[in-house]
């Protein structure tokens, strides 16, 4: 099964009207070697104007600005994506994997995926971590981050909804729960400790009847990219312990979390929020059509319906909240 439709489902309802929302998706699956997004619509509710630009990583971003005042921002990503077939990688490389992945380093610009970022930090905690897991450079490259994603898979307990977006990386390690961010986190981490390239994946990951995957079903998801020699840039999912592969469909590359949100923005108001998202996945052997299967909430047509209706009166301006969702 090589083709893939992807419906994501994003809700924002407002206890109050907000007079404005500004907002960046980063939805639109990846184009490249492994995978082709062969179709790809954002409908927006309150309707406005969708742009899109390509960041310096070659991620898709839609952004849009919706001025009048409403109290629901409803967002559905539709896409259809075709996997290459690849072969799996090998669980080892040859004596000198060290040396070569040190000259593939100097050869090229890896120095963002080899440097802290905003989550994935080098705290006394990661430390501790990675000398209890044994990541040093031992072995080759290859076979060590093949054991690191076992050691986190066995390390952690997957909790939804353990952590916040925004928790820093020694809280999930200190209580060994958390969400597939998290366990990104901590391996990217662990790899650049032993100066490994690596890169934070957001995207989503198909569910068959065989499978036995332990991350929410209904969510995105996010693993870990490494650079190893010959190989090129490999997926790993810590969360699942699993190599990334064709059930893994990528949105978007970066540093961490921090530069790769499914939604990240503000709005103008003072009210609280809630958020509601759902993902549905469907593979086959053809080009799938979108189907009606989207879990989407009872009220769906109320909601659509009301985001339509004549603004009510404006409310004062009285602060700006960044708005962001959280992977499971």
């Known amino acids: 099964m090589n083709f893939y439709s992807i419906r994501h489902l994003t809700r924002f309802r407002y206890s109050q009207p907000i007079s404005e929302s500004i907002m960046e998706t980063r939805m639109h699956p990846r184009s490249d070697a492994l995978q082709h997004c062969l179709t790809f619509a954002l409908s927006v509710s309150p309707r406005c104007r969708v742009f899109t630009y390509r960041d310096h990583l ?3 971003v839609h952004h849009f600005d919706i001025p009048g005042d409403h109290t629901q921002l409803v967002i559905v990503a539709e896409s259809i994506v075709e996997m290459q077939d690849l072969p799996e990688p090998p669980r080892f490389l040859s004596a000198d994997a060290w040396t070569a992945l040190d000259d593939l380093i100097d050869s090229g610009d890896y120095w963002e995926m080899l ?27 290859l076979m060590l981050v ?30 060994r729960k958390g969400v597939c961010q998290d366990f990104a986190h901590t391996l990217i981490a662990l790899l650049r400790h032993v100066r490994i390239p690596a890169r934070y ?20 998801h996010a693993w870990v990219e490494a650079l190893i020699p010959h190989l090129g840039w490999v997926g790993f999912d810590p969360t699942n312990n699993l190599v990334a592969h064709r059930r893994h469909i990528r949105a ?44 989407i909430p009872d009220d769906w047509s109320v909601l659509v319906e009301r985001a339509q209706q004549p603004p009510e009166p404006p409310v004062p301006f009285s602060d700006l909240q960044q708005m962001q969702q959280q992977q499971q």
Request: charged fraction near 25%.
């Open 58 to 60: 070659g991620n898709n």
């Open 115 to 141: 440097l802290p970022s905003t989550f994935a930090l080098e705290t006394p905690a990661v430390v501790e971590l990675a000398a209890s897991l044994g990541a040093t450079r031992r072995d080759d490259p």
């Open 146 to 175: 093949h054991e690191l994603n076992q050691s986190l898979f066995d390390y952690f307990e997957y909790v939804p909804r353990h952590t916040r977006v925004d928790s820093p990386i020694d809280e999930a390690i200190t209580s």
């Open 201 to 220: 994946v957001s995207g989503y990951l198909y569910r068959s009847r065989e499978s036995h995957d332990r991350s929410t079903p209904d969510a995105t």
């Open 252 to 295: 978007a590359l970066g540093r961490d979390y921090a530069d790769v949100p499914p939604t990240h923005g503000i709005f103008r108001g003072k009210t609280s929020s809630e958020l509601y998202v759902a993902v549905h996945v469907e593979a086959g052997d053809h080009p799938p059509a979108l189907d009606q299967k989207l879990p």
